[in-house]
């Protein structure tokens, strides 16, 4: 059964940073694109950044561009997703997902790709 943890989040001041990880647990990550999304209350689910099978190739959101890094390790199956620079409007649960390596597409991150997803980590930017 494939499997995905999330865990990292918190409460963080404006400007401050946070490292998720997203482990994988069932199946070997070295075979999957992984994806980070984001819900916040009243909105729809968006995508924030992925990462290829190989950890070549990455896409990020322009809202988080610059700010945000993903990152994976194949051998502890785990990706990361470090965020500087925070803004209250980077509230949200985070999510992260996985898609068959051929479905990574360069300078897209869309839900519709994406499939067994975690149970969500909640950060929250505020003063």
């Known amino acids: 059964q494939l499997q995905l943890v999330e865990s990292g989040g918190g409460l963080v001041q404006p400007g401050g940073s946070l490292r998720l990880s997203c482990v994988a647990s069932?199946?070997?990550?070295?075979?999957?694109?992984i994806g980070w999304f984001r819900q916040a209350p009243g909105k729809e689910r968006e995508g924030v950044s992925c990462?290829?099978?190989?950890?070549?190739?990455?896409n990020y959101a322009d809202s988080v561009k610059g700010r945000f890094t993903i990152s994976r390790d194949n051998a502890k199956n785990t990706v990361y997703l470090q965020m500087n620079s925070l803004k209250p409007e980077d509230t949200a649960v985070y999510y992260c997902?996985?898609?068959?390596?051929?479905?990574?597409?360069?300078?897209?991150?869309?839900?519709?790709?994406?499939?067994?997803w975690g149970q969500g980590t909640q950060v929250t930017v505020s003063s």
């Open positions: 997902a996985a898609a068959p390596r051929s479905s990574f597409r360069a300078g897209v991150i869309s839900t519709a790709d994406f499939g067994s």
């Open positions: 069932g199946f070997t990550l070295d075979y999957y694109a």
């Open positions: 990462i290829s099978a190989s950890g070549g190739s990455t």
